[in-house]
């Protein structure tokens, strides 16, 4: 292993295949300029490429600004894999909607008659329930693809499913702090990663998923 | 020297006038700056993505002496942001020369 492939090996850990691969070229083309250049400055070979790596600077510093800007193994895996409830709901012609809509109508009735029949944390269960699969429905309808209306609509999902949290369990879900753990623990992680997926890539580059 | 912060405001000055590759915009800023800012290299090309992610500047395929390079163009709100940070530069370097200047 070469002076040069040691300092890529360590610039490019955490980063994705694809990530890597791209700082691999331009890192290599530029090292290779620099050894030119010294090269035709006088210096001798050795001499050459050891200036070529030191103007290089620390690859640890390297790969934490590198992290910063390009997509890590566990961001791109989230692109490529994860989301597929809203990669789904974005094709526009998934064929769980019917499904989907035929248990959100069934359980806002059945909610409103138990709830009626004063069987209430069971009624707000299915209210519940039905709410939030009414609201993913209605993703497909709502002009939700620029940034501004995405944030947005961010915000309000988060709203309503911790709306529909405190409507299924009582004001007092937010007490159960192992439930919100289970519940939005996993989300918000989710969440996180793709906002950072968002600063990383351009405008134009973002699959329609990641608006939502 | 340490000139953090400033690094994309010099990369876009580096390449106002003419696309550029990422070696040639390294020297520009070290011989325009007469050596004073001497930056790791390293550190360059992640400036350049997030550039490119903000929209600042475009890169393109380009050849130079047969081997294939990436270049770097400034974009219209490249552009933009550069005329911005100039202004407000100026404007802090005579701040503190004055302040300076009195000492």
Redesign the interface.
């Known amino acids: 292993m070469t002076a040069l492939d040691n300092?890529l090996e360590r610039?490019t850990r955490g980063l994705s295949k694809e990530s890597a691969a791209e700082?691999r070229?331009?890192?290599g083309?530029?090292y290779?300029?620099?050894r030119e250049?010294a090269m035709a400055a006088g210096a001798a070979a050795e001499a050459a490429e050891r200036s070529a790596l030191i103007?290089?600077?620390?690859?640890k510093?390297?790969n934490r600004?590198?992290r910063?800007?390009?997509l890590t193994s566990s961001e791109a895996w989230l692109l490529r894999e994860g989301s597929s409830e809203a990669k789904a709901l974005c094709t526009g012609n998934s064929w769980f909607r019917w499904p989907v809509l035929v248990l959100s109508l069934f359980a806002l009735a059945a909610g409103a008659a138990w709830y009626r029949a004063g069987a209430g944390s069971l009624g707000r269960l299915a209210l519940a329930i039905g709410i939030g699969a009414g609201f993913w429905l209605a993703v497909p309808l709502l002009p939700v693809y620029t940034p501004v209306r995405g944030r947005v609509f961010r915000g309000v999902k988060w709203l309503v499913q911790a709306g529909t949290l405190v409507l299924a369990f009582g004001p007092g879900a937010f007490r159960m702090s192992w439930l919100i753990v289970l519940c939005l623990g996993s989300l918000a992680w989710t969440e996180w990663k793709r906002a950072a997926i968002r600063?990383?890539?351009?405008?134009p580059q973002w699959p329609k998923h990641l608006y939502l | 020297m340490n000139f953090k912060g400033t690094l994309p405001t010099l990369i876009l000055e580096a390449i106002v006038h003419e696309p550029s590759?990422?070696?040639r915009i390294?020297?520009r800023i070290k011989e325009r700056s007469e050596g004073v800012l001497d930056?790791?290299?390293?550190?360059?090309?992640?400036?350049l993505?997030?550039l490119?992610?903000?929209?600042l500047v475009e890169s393109y395929e380009g050849v130079e002496k047969g081997?294939p390079?990436?270049y770097y163009r400034i974009t219209k709100t490249g552009r933009a942001v550069l005329a911005k940070d100039r202004s407000e530069w100026r404007q802090l370097s005579r701040a503190v020369t004055m302040i300076l200047g009195e000492a």
């Open positions: 300092w610039a700082v070229r331009e890192i083309d530029h290779e300029s620099a250049t103007a290089l600077g620390d690859a510093a390297a600004q590198y910063r800007v390009l600063r990383k890539l351009s405008v | 590759h990422g070696y390294a020297q930056f790791k290299e390293g550190t360059l090309y992640p400036a993505h997030k490119e992610s903000d929209g081997r390079r990436r």
